[in-house]
């Protein structure tokens, strides 16, 4: 079997996504995606008028979105408030991480 | 969507044996949800959601939770469709693993086809029954529409060093393709991904392309890669800072010292201010891991006092000597507190 080594990209590199680019990334139809950015679950980095932009965490976002929504069979509100629980344990578990670090190995 | 792929430390798991390959391994999926093989629809969505509760990859921390959550999937994806459960519970009952055949009209019956179980895993058989008549139509992908490929999730647990060098890893993957037919197979996937340097703990990347493959001119999925870093001998880890414990002398922190200190890209000399304290943090700038742009992360030497075991008569004659003419009280603090 021939070995082909493969160049991979990291999210941040997408640079700016539109609207159909994050679609099409994350399986979401535009529909879906504009129901989580009203719930504030994906935040468009730039929003002027009908030309909304999104970084690439937002592929993150969606991506989760989909698949807590096939998964536990939740509707968009319900995938916003997990969404956003997910979001607030992450940020704990990185202030944890932090904390952890910082502490001398004998104390842990 | 669940990820069928491996992680690269744990690749592959059963691979059909040419010599039985008319057979297939049975799965018991009411046992897998733990309900009745005649359980109401109910009964099996309740069970369902409880184990997604607990072992869903987004919202478990158990170990297993990727593997048990796919399973659990592919179980209540079957049985919760009234016509595919109806085809499962023709099988009739085995032992989970058991290598068995299904009846030869069963495919005809539940397919519209006959059906070769070659190379085929019983989750995958499902699937393509189910995907046919979601399709509307029983005779193989000829006039369906593009399909797109599934995306995959897989964890790479990289070394620290690999993080820091940059690394080519190998994935050995088994993912879900579909042949002429519309059938559904599982082909061993293997490749080369080079991880850039500068990836950390909880970073995504992404391999275009590299998912499962589309369907009549649908695109590729794509691969994503979450790096895990394995835990260091000597150093912790937090973004891209590194933590290092740096053991001193009494006599080093007090006085002040020049120490060499470890870092990812070789040893540096490290100059310990004098009356350094323990847990007082000294930056090594820029000697953490790097980022993809910018500057890199710092590296923090974390002083610790230690005091040698058992002292020498001589060392133990000097700390008396120190300890006469010492003025210094460490507990300064104390003073005037807990007295009644």
Same mark, same amino acid.
């Given at each position: 079997?021939?070995?082909e080594v493969t160049e991979v ?10 609207? &159909?680019?994050? #679609? ?10 504009? $129901? @989580?950015?009203?719930? +504030? !679950? ?15 965490? &937002?592929?993150? #976002? ?10 536990? $069979? @939740?509707?968009?509100? +319900? !995938? ?29 | ?170 994935l ?19 490749f080369k991904a080079r ?12 391999l275009p392309g590299k ?12 691969l ?117």
């Amino acid at each position: 079997m021939k070995l082909e080594v493969t160049e991979v990209l990291w999210l941040e590199e997408h640079g700016e996504l539109t609207l &159909s680019q994050l #679609a099409e990334l994350s399986r979401l139809s535009e529909a879906d995606l504009l $129901e @989580l950015i009203e719930f +504030g !679950v994906i935040v468009p980095a730039k929003s002027h008028a009908a030309r909304m932009r999104f970084d690439a965490q &937002s592929i993150v #976002a969606a991506r989760t979105a989909c698949r807590l929504r096939e998964d536990f $069979e @939740l509707d968009a509100y +319900g !995938v916003a408030l997990a969404i956003t629980l997910l979001d607030r344990i992450r940020d704990l578990e990185a202030q944890l991480q932090d904390l952890l670090a910082r502490m001398p190995h004998g104390l842990r | 969507m669940q990820s069928r792929a491996h992680s690269p430390q744990a690749p592959a798991g059963a691979v059909a044996n040419p010599a039985e390959k008319a057979f297939m391994k049975y799965k018991d999926y009411y046992s897998i949800l733990g309900v009745e093989r005649g359980a109401s629809a109910d009964v099996i969505k309740n069970a369902y959601r409880k184990l997604a509760r607990k072992y869903h990859p987004d919202v478990s921390k158990e170990k297993d939770a990727e593997e048990r959550f796919k399973d659990i999937a592919e179980a209540y994806k079957t049985l919760k469709d009234p016509e595919t459960r109806a085809a499962y519970d023709q099988l009739g009952s085995h032992r989970p693993g058991e290598e068995f055949q299904a009846p030869p009209d069963w495919a005809e019956h539940f397919g519209g086809q006959q059906f070769s179980f070659e190379d085929l895993d019983l989750g995958d058989l499902f699937e393509t029954l189910a995907g046919r008549r979601r399709r509307g139509q029983r005779r193989g992908p000829a006039g369906m529409g593009p399909i797109p490929g599934q995306d995959y999730d897989v964890v790479a647990r990289i070394s620290l060093e690999d993080a820091y060098r940059g690394a080519l890893i190998d994935l050995n993957l088994e993912m879900p393709e579909y042949d002429a037919e519309g059938r559904m197979h599982r082909v061993q996937q293997q490749f080369k991904a080079r991880i850039p340097k500068g990836a950390t703990e909880g970073q995504r990347l992404r391999l275009p392309g590299k998912g499962g493959k589309g369907l009549n001119g649908g695109r590729d999925g794509d691969l994503y890669l979450h790096i895990e870093l394995q835990p260091h001998r000597l150093y912790r880890v937090n973004g891209h800072d590194l933590y290092l414990d740096l053991p001193l002398a009494p006599w080093e922190a007090a006085l002040g010292a020049s120490v060499e200190v470890p870092t990812l890209g070789g040893r540096v000399r490290l100059k310990v201010p004098p009356a350094t304290q323990t847990g007082q943090k000294l930056r090594l700038s820029k000697h953490g891991l790097p980022r993809p742009r910018g500057e890199p992360g710092d590296l923090y030497a974390i002083a610790q006092l230690v005091v040698p075991g058992v002292p020498t008569d001589r060392e133990k004659a000097l700390y008396e000597q120190l300890a006469e003419v010492s003025i210094f009280n460490p507990r300064a603090n104390f003073e005037g507190e807990g007295s009644r």
